[in-house]
């Protein structure tokens, strides 16, 4: 018999999902009636949490599957009769395959291999596993359960950054934020207190700013939708150190998204708002234009508001439902909006990034270099240079013409090289703002 937990379940699965997957789903809940009920409950909890960063049918098929499989209700063959090769190959990626917290570094690295592996098969693999992470840390913090700091240290060192990466930014900063509350508690507590007071303050100024734009675009025929954006407790941590400010004084604490239904309407609501608004200088970011390495688009500004409310610059950031979509759920959420042929090619970029990942894991001389090769590859700095021909470019810093040669496919044959218009080589470094063009021999005749 059905539990009201269940029944709850099945009734949210219905209002999310066409019927043909949500069959799909109440398929694998009905098999997964046979678990015991502490295991059925937690399964739920965790589909809750993964349905709310929007992942797709056959991931929270898969997440109903596991404990069957695990304890041979299933076999690998009942599932792909049943469920299909991709849901198959889900649920054999769950079978003991999470970093204990526990083990040695070796160990560690062995089982990070063996995760990447997963990962480069199918990247909603990723989605399960950072999902169960958020899930056990989370529901240890509140329990109180033991020493969980080594599990904390290290979501924080591997699936953070891969969180990032993949452009999963709810889940990145949901799991930034219990992994700091459990590693330095008593810095969290604190910021988390002195934040209540100014929230209030910098709320009041977030609700007369978003009435304000939302007439704004009225008045000019846009329709938009604007929503309030706060930075979480870890964020807000990272920021006061990385520029030695106090909490009162960071400048980004809170901003505003502007939701359009174009690219063009992106750049006319960006006129507007600096039109009627004063722009903080030096803030402008086209993301559109020039994408961030994980694919996240959108154009941020900053302005000041209304002086009596507030002295303190607002952020905002304007974008198309997809782009929102894109930046707050990556991955996980490609099957939402995107068509079969966009998914597949977004897929594969970031399925030729976790094959890059394996390699430099190959590579690294121990589990703590490859971890560092990895922060290195998130959040490394980077440089804009422009290409005759081939428009801007994102870089890492310290990039040489070759890097920016082989990103345009001119890294083969006789070449010559200008910088600026002036002569340089292959192994010239770039500065951000550079202009580089790579003339062939035929070209230069």
Not at 4 to 24: G, Y
Not at 144 to 166: C, K, T, W
Not at 239 to 259: A, E, F, P, Q, V
Not at 318 to 338: C, N, P, Q, S
């Amino acid at each position: 018999m059905r539990s009201e937990l269940v029944n709850s379940f099945i009734t949210r699965v219905n209002n999310t999902f066409p019927k043909n997957q949500a069959d799909m789903i109440l398929n694998a809940v009905d098999m997964g009636l046979g678990v015991p009920v502490s295991d059925m409950e937690e399964c739920i909890s965790i589909a809750e949490l993964i349905m709310e960063h929007k992942a797709d049918h056959i991931v929270i098929t898969a997440l109903f599957l596991a404990p069957l499989r695990k304890i041979g209700g299933l076999d690998h063959k009942n599932i792909l009769d049943h469920f299909g090769d991709a849901t198959a190959d889900l649920v054999e990626s769950l079978q003991d395959q999470s970093l204990s917290g526990t083990e040695s570094r070796i160990y560690q690295r062995e089982n990070v291999r063996k995760l990447l592996d997963s990962f480069s098969r199918d990247i909603r693999s990723s989605v399960l596993m950072i999902s169960l992470r958020i899930f056990r840390l989370e529901r240890s913090c509140e329990a109180g359960d033991g020493d969980i700091e080594s599990l904390a240290r290290e979501s924080m060192e591997f699936y953070v950054p891969l969180a990032d990466r993949l452009g999963m930014g709810a889940m990145r900063s949901r799991l930034e934020d219990v992994c700091f509350r459990i590693l330095e508690p008593e810095v969290y507590g604190n910021i988390k207190e002195a934040y209540e007071p100014i929230q209030i303050e910098d709320k009041k100024c977030l609700d007369l700013l978003r009435d304000v734009i939302e007439k704004l675009l009225k008045r000019n025929g846009i329709n938009g939708a604007v929503h309030g954006r706060t930075k979480g407790i870890y964020s807000l941590y990272r920021k006061m150190c990385s520029s030695n400010l106090s909490l009162r004084n960071i400048t980004d604490k809170i901003g505003l998204r502007i939701i359009v239904s174009s690219v063009p309407q992106c750049y006319s609501v960006l006129g507007l708002l600096h039109t009627y608004f004063q722009p903080v200088q030096g803030t402008f970011k086209d993301y559109i234009g020039l994408p961030k390495e994980n694919g996240y688009r959108s154009i941020h500004t900053c302005i000041y508001p209304v002086r009596e409310i507030s002295h303190k610059p607002v952020e905002l950031q304007i974008r198309t439902e997809a782009m929102h979509t894109d930046a707050v759920f990556g991955v996980a959420a490609h099957w939402l909006y995107k068509t079969e042929k966009d998914a597949a090619m977004e897929q594969n970029r970031q399925l030729n990034w976790m094959r890059n990942l394996i390699e430099e894991h190959e590579s690294s001389e121990s589990h703590d270099a490859f971890l560092d090769r990895l922060q290195d590859m998130v959040y490394r700095d980077e440089i804009v240079v422009f290409g005759l021909g081939a428009g801007q470019m994102r870089l890492p810093a310290g990039s040489t013409v070759l890097d920016f040669a082989r990103r345009t496919g001119r890294s083969n044959g006789k070449v010559r090289v200008l910088v600026n218009g002036k002569p340089a080589s292959m192994i010239s470094k770039l500065r951000d703002g550079d202009t580089v063009a790579l003339e062939s021999s035929m070209e230069t005749q």
